[in-house]
């Protein structure tokens, strides 16, 4: 077929994943070039890359499984505090790992609220601990952006194809088949991709759920290789594992996720048709509410009685945790936007890899790789707000391009010949047409970087800047110093800031959840 | 991203005011530099006699630590490496980036300390926290038939979780691998980090959690509360030294030397118990604070001298993983 | 005059040849069976698909490997025509300048290019709020401002009603000779092609006929298209 003229160049696009792909694959030769003696995989590596497989796909699977139902009841119905709920579904996703294994034991542990109903009414306490255990964290970290991804999806065909549908008397399971089925068909192979990397980085939370070490992952074998044994080969080798892996299910999902998108709308509000059976969606809507909200509602509460504990040199690293987010948010958008244009104009496999390798990419070896290769140049902790902010861009990378590659292939689809025949091409076509329409998923994406980036610890940790903490780091420290309610209030004030940037952002792009 | 930069740049420049006073870097573990443990005030100590700026880099934990110094090699940035524990002592000295120290010090360690290198700051027993007023088992092999549920850390990715490992290795050598099995249905879980332990030890997951016979006395001091003791062992306890030494290629040998031996002194080893929560290496003149006293002291230390317990690690590691991942 | 010397389209197993010439300031219909190629045709003059042989020219210029946007030409699509997140205003402002940045003489033209198709005072309703007759005036007054050679118009008005279609095509043909553009318009609508054309192109059978008289074509249709008017 002959190739057609495109209104925007993919070559800046090109550009932005090479930089990742550097990033990524660089830093990891980085620590490989370092390795001294180096040992192949022993058998407990084996073990580990079993059970890091087995938990990855499995909580994979049932997170997407589970919001799929919830997403089309959200897509489905007007309630009082829908939209907030929507901004507290990106909640879970954005805590320290420490505060969110709290938070979710305080509900589901031995000792949790869970357990002390049973044991009131005579049962045994719920046993968390095992495989189980591991899957439901990551659901909990997980459901939520499967959700929004999923909702997203939803919110994206046009308001004339369900009118189209009512119209002809679609009921349920012709709707779905006709416009809903298609529709999953090109999201969640994405999305069943993006969590199955996240989880297969998984270290404290597949360890602590899990119970013990039969819950060991290819992430904490990186770890100890780094730290314990000092074998960089090793670390190195494992952790190109990883994204070997990551790679895999990328190439897989891209296969699997080819297909046009819906065409031309009219921005009408979107207006349902089908009523379908309230109480189904109202139950789906009510248990993931309680599933996500209990364990969040413990932080909170753990976290009032703190919150008057935390030191004044803590509000200090919450602003410099709000800079560098905002300097990541930035950062990511220079990177996401272009790469989004690149795979909505032409299908770039290197692309759309190099945008999801930062979910695979070991924190550890990332931090390394750019820590060997600063060091003769600059002092590594002079650079450790930067840096943190660019890892940070490059670990969000991955969800922002979920977000904007389905509405960015939509974009150039609906409008790409209009602009051409109006000369409307490269920075114009971007400026004028790409951003514009694809504001709501901009807002999204960023607030999610952002939101991300307050959370995780990320490399700052590795370059131990002595003056300039940000706020997840302090909360470990206060946690380290025995002071666990300080830490918790610490917990409190940085979902509270969190949720506020991504409420600001994602709000500041929203025309479709309206409550 | 203009700001960071800025901020940055003033950093830089404020750093190279400082910069006519010679300048001492030391590598330490995080909650060592932390605003909640002894670094803000070692730095205002030391500084108020050494005619220098003393920079405190934290950097994880000790195992991190090491793995940072052997990373930047013989032209690390590092002066002094304070926090390394005796596990770590003799993969330490193989690297042959350590140079010999000028202390002498009266030190009160449970156990004989000659080492040319690497110089003692504190120390501290091992030992199971619970509530107080709690019957709990007095040895592992009760522990391990009780109903009692403990957290543990994780020996490949903590210290203290590797202090079990050594403890249970140090007490019954090769029985420990039993033991462990015996101990597999009372651990609720193994964490990555002291914290999580902790944490969740204190949001009442389990009976009690691996810390240190000086926990309670944080709990005593900075909130006034009586209610956490520890488990005395019959077996013995084991010990942890921290220890610091003088990097071989430091720029500032004389003022390294200082530093180790102000280490030493009565004004750093003050600081020490109520920051750090350990055993101070050497008594301080006014002796340990009040509450020190009412913590529990094992009758019998365990230890690996540093030479063995990298080979105890060895064999004890696999026994861990085989017994507990049945 | 546009020139199409000996072109070969090609679509997977589709091909289509053309080798004709329209003249200059007429109006030409392209018609032919569904599925004949008719929209192809349009999208290859435009520059939306590459030409596996020949060479387009539009009196000199030799157009064949010239961008869309550089072509010139204007063209209205079946649907797609105005950007749902702008304004009426904003559209037709595309067809001036693609970055919408006018300067105070040209914002008065892009005004009178509205009051002409009439939509005088509705430059700030967003294309949801317009009518579809109002719609195709706004990507009308675009195609006015963009003072183009040539027109082509691939069904724009195909959804309108029959009274509304005709007005509009009435409209096209006034701009039309107001301007001199030459149009060229794809319709399977007989009466459409006879209401403002006076020749017209056949795409039957892989091939592009050159143009011939409207009347006679329609009065005398060649096999191919008589199975088509039926």
């Known amino acids: 077929m002959a190739r057609s003229a495109q209104p925007v160049s993919s070559l800046p696009g090109v550009a932005a994943a090479f930089l990742v792909a550097a990033l990524i694959l660089g830093t990891l030769a980085a620590v490989a070039l370092r390795t001294e003696a180096g040992h192949g995989f022993s058998s407990s590596d084996w073990a580990a890359l079993k059970f890091t497989l087995t938990q990855a796909v499995l909580s994979a699977v049932i997170s997407v499984a589970l919001a799929v139902p919830v997403a089309r009841a959200l897509a489905r119905r007007r309630f009082p505090g829908r939209s907030l709920l929507i ?45 189980h255990g591991v899957v439901l964290a990551h659901v909990f970290f997980n459901l939520p952006l499967a959700t929004r991804l999923i909702l997203q999806g939803w919110q994206e065909v046009p308001s004339e194809r369900f009118r189209l549908a009512a119209q002809l008397g679609c009921d349920g399971k012709a709707l779905f088949r006709l416009i809903e089925l298609p529709m999953l068909a090109r999201i969640l192979p994405g999305a069943l991709a993006v969590i199955f990397a996240i989880c297969l980085t998984s270290f404290a939370v597949a360890l602590t759920l899990g119970g013990g070490p039969r819950a060991t992952t290819i992430e904490l074998a990186i770890y100890q290789a780094f730290t314990y044994d000092f074998d960089l080969g090793r670390a190195a080798l494992l952790s190109a594992l990883q994204l070997t892996l990551t790679a895999a299910a990328a190439f897989a999902a891209l296969k699997l996720s080819r297909g046009e998108g819906f065409g031309a709308g009219l921005d009408r509000a979107i207006q349902r048709w089908d009523g379908g059976a309230p109480v189904a969606d109202i139950l789906w809507i009510s248990l993931a509410t309680l599933f996500l909200l209990l364990p969040l509602s ?9 919150l008057f504990l935390v030191p004044f040199i803590v509000l200090k690293a919450a602003l410099v945790s709000v800079a560098v987010a905002v300097a990541s948010t930035v950062i990511l958008l220079l990177l996401a936007l272009p790469m989004a244009a690149a795979i909505a104009v032409r299908r770039h496999s290197v692309v759309e890899l190099a945008g999801i390798l930062g979910l695979a990419a070991s924190p550890l070896v990332i931090g390394t790789g750019l820590f060997i290769i600063i060091r003769p140049w600059a002092n590594p902790s002079d650079l450790a707000l930067p840096v943190t902010a660019l890892v940070n861009a490059a670990m969000a990378l991955p969800f922002a391009l979920r977000i904007l590659v389905p509405a960015a292939r939509d974009t150039v689809s609906r409008h790409g010949r209009l602009a051409l025949s109006l000369n409307m091409e490269g920075w114009v076509f971007f400026s004028r047409v790409l951003i514009p329409r694809m504001r709501p998923q901009i807002g999204f994406a960023a607030g999610l970087a952002a939101a991300l980036s307050m959370g995780d610890l990320g490399v700052i940790a590795l370059f131990a800047d002595p003056e300039i903490a940000t706020l997840p780091l302090q909360i470990y420290r206060l946690m380290g110093a025995y002071k666990m309610q300080a830490a918790a209030g610490g917990a409190l004030l940085l979902l509270v800031l969190s949720m506020a940037l991504f409420w600001i952002l994602d709000r500041g792009g929203r025309w479709h959840a309206e409550a | 991203m203009k700001h960071l930069l800025i901020a940055a740049g003033l950093l830089t420049a404020t750093s190279a005011m400082a910069a006519e006073k010679p300048q001492l870097t030391v590598y330490t573990y995080d909650s060592f530099v ?21 920079k405190l880099i934290g950097v994880e934990d000790g195992a991190a630590l090491l793995s940072r110094i052997r990373l930047e090699g013989k032209n690390s940035d590092a002066d002094v490496v304070l926090g390394l524990d005796t596990n770590l002592v003799e993969t330490a000295k193989k690297t042959g980036l350590f140079a010999p120290h000028t202390v002498e010090a009266q030190y009160t360690l449970p156990v004989e300390w000659a080492d040319e290198t690497f110089v003692p700051y504190d120390w501290g027993y091992f030992a199971f926290v619970h509530k107080a007023g709690e019957t709990v088992p007095t040895n592992f092999r009760e522990l391990a ?42 651990i609720v879980t193994v964490t990555k980090g002291w914290s999580e332990a902790y944490g969740l030890f204190l949001d009442g997951e389990a009976d009690m959690v691996l810390s240190y016979t000086t926990s309670p006395a944080y709990h005593l001091i900075a909130e006034e509360d009586n209610s956490k003791t520890t488990a005395a062992f019959e077996e013995g306890h084991y010990m942890q030294v921290e220890v610091a030494a003088k990097l071989a290629g430091t720029d500032q040998p004389e003022l390294a030397d200082k530093f180790l031996n102000f280490m030493v002194s009565d004004a750093f080893q003050t600081i020490i118990p109520t920051t750090n929560w350990m055993y101070p290496a050497v008594p301080p003149k006014g002796g340990l604070p009040a509450g020190f006293d009412t913590l529990q002291v094992p009758e019998k230390a365990l230890f690996f001298k540093p030479e063995e317990a990298a080979a105890a690690r060895r064999e004890a590691l696999p026994e861990w993983l085989e017994a507990l991942s049945q | 005059m546009l020139k199409l010397s000996s072109c070969l389209i090609e679509n997977g197993r589709f091909q289509l040849q053309a080798n004709l010439h329209v003249e200059a300031g007429s109006s030409v219909a392209v018609i032919g069976p569904s599925g004949a190629g008719k929209s192809t045709l349009l999208e290859a003059i435009a520059g939306f698909r590459e030409l596996s042989q020949g060479r387009i020219f539009w009196k000199e210029q030799e157009l064949t490997k010239q961008a869309p946007g550089k072509r010139p030409i204007a063209m209205l699509f079946q649907d797609g025509n105005l950007f749902p997140h702008l304004t009426a205003a904003q559209n037709a402002a595309l067809g001036l300048r693609p970055n919408g940045k006018l300067s105070k003489p040209e914002h008065e033209q892009v005004e009178a290019a509205l009051a002409r198709v009439g939509l005088a005072g509705m430059g700030a309703r967003k294309p949801a709020e317009l009518s579809g007759g109002q719609q195709s005036r706004v990507a009308l007054a675009r195609v006015l401002v ?26 096209v043909a006034d701009l039309v000779a107001e301007t001199g553009t030459t149009l060229l318009m794809v319709s399977h609508d007989p009466q459409d092609a006879r209401r403002i054309t006076n020749k017209a192109i056949l795409v039957a059978d892989g091939s592009a006929h050159p143009p011939a008289e409207t009347q006679q074509l329609l009065n005398n249709p060649p096999q191919a298209l008589r199975e088509y008017l039926g």
């Open chain 1, 87 to 131: 901004a507290l579904l990106g909640a879970p996703f954005i805590l320290p790992v420490i505060v969110a294994i709290l938070g979710l034991l305080q509900v589901f542990g031995r000792a949790g609220w869970i357990s002390d109903v049973l044991v009131y009414f005579g049962a045994s306490p719920i046993r968390i601990y095992g495989l």
């Open chain 1, 298 to 306: 413990a932080v909170v509460l753990s976290g009032f009685s703190g």
């Open chain 2, 34 to 54: 932390s605003d909640w443990g002894p670094g803000p005030k070692v730095e205002e100590a030391f500084e108020a006699v050494c005619e220098c700026d003393l």
């Open chain 2, 145 to 186: 038939k009780s109903d009692a549920k403990i957290l543990i850390q994780d020996p490949r990715s903590s210290t203290p979780g590797l202090g079990l490992l050594l403890w249970v290795k140090a007490a019954y050598g090769d029985e420990a691998a039993d033991v462990w099995a015996d101990l597999s249905d009372n």
């Open chain 3, 146 to 171: 963009q003072h183009r050679d040539l027109l082509l118009l691939d069904e724009p008005f195909a959804a309108l009603g029959p009274a509304l279609k005709a007005e509009m095509l009435d409209l």
